[in-house]
T-cell receptor, first 112, second 120 residues
Framework: KQEVTQIPAALSVPEGENLVLNCSFTDSAIYNLQWFRQDPGKGLTSLLL?????REQTSGRLNASLDKSSGRSTLYIAASQPGDSATYLCAVRTNYGQNFVFGPGTRLSVLP | DTAVSQTPKYLVTQMGNDKSIKCEQNLGHDTMYWYKQDSKKFLKIMFS???????INETVPNRFSPKSPDKAHLNLHINSLELGDSAVYFC???????????????????FGQGTRLTVV
């Protein structure tokens, strides 16, 4: 059974810092991995999708990497801004599954 | 245009009542999902439908019954609501990887804004 963990659970940084969020999964037989952002009281916004055949994806100040063999993905946020404050969730889609398994999220606060 | 829309956004009801949450997607996806986000913000799959057929039914009480009249809609009906049903329910959709033509790998999932259900 696929299990997804995220470290750290919470992170507080001053504005302008570069930061890395970590996601680990137990079963490397994944189809893809998706990073989401959730603002308080809001829905999930898709940030990046990495297919199992890819090693990284970039969108603006965000870069997500994937290492299937070690069961890890990282989300790199460059030059963080207060508007980046949110909970970041990673979700793994397995090869055999029809759903996404979510991690518990990392709550990020970027201080002005 | 909203890709995945849920109604209502908020729902407050008494124990024992029956309620429904509606979900519609206009992305042409063939797979839709219901997720539950508990008080600890953890998201867990409840149901998955592919082309109106139930694919996944996790350990969810029989009081929860999804209904998919067509592949663009997946509604969630809940009978005899209990206090523990209070949570945020998210609908989502994506394209089934098995049905994606070779070379086209757009199986990105899109989520609705959520329905905050409070049972009192």
């Amino acid at each position: 059974k696929q299990e997804v963990t995220q470290i750290p659970a919470a992170l507080s940084v001053p504005e302008g810092e570069n930061l890395v969020l970590n996601c680990s999964f137990t079963d490397s037989a994944i189809y893809n991995l998706q990073w989401f952002r959730q603002d308080p009281g809001k829905g999930l916004t898709s940030l990046l999708l990495i297919q199992s055949s890819q090693r990284e994806q970039t969108s603006g100040r965000l870069n997500a990497s994937l290492d299937k063999s070690s069961g890890r993905s990282t989300l790199y946020i460059a030059a963080s801004q207060p508007g980046d404050s949110a909970t970041y969730l990673c979700a793994v889609r397995t090869n055999y599954g029809q759903n996404f398994v979510f991690g518990p999220g990392t709550r990020l606060s970027v201080l002005p | 245009d909203t890709a995945v829309s849920q109604t209502p956004k908020y729902l407050v009801t008494q124990m024992g009542n029956d309620k429904s949450i509606k979900c519609e997607q206009n992305l042409g996806h063939d797979t839709m999902y219901w997720y539950k986000q508990d008080s600890k913000k953890f998201l867990k799959i409840m149901f998955s439908y592919n082309n109106k057929e139930l694919i996944i039914n996790e350990t969810v009480p029989n009081r929860f019954s999804p209904k998919s009249p067509d592949k663009a809609h997946l509604n969630l009906h809940i009978n005899s609501l209990e206090l523990g049903d209070s949570a945020v329910y998210f609908c989502a959709s994506s394209q089934d990887p098995g049905l994606v033509p070779r070379g086209v790998e757009n199986t990105e999932a899109f989520f609705g804004q959520g329905t905050r259900l409070t049972v009192v």
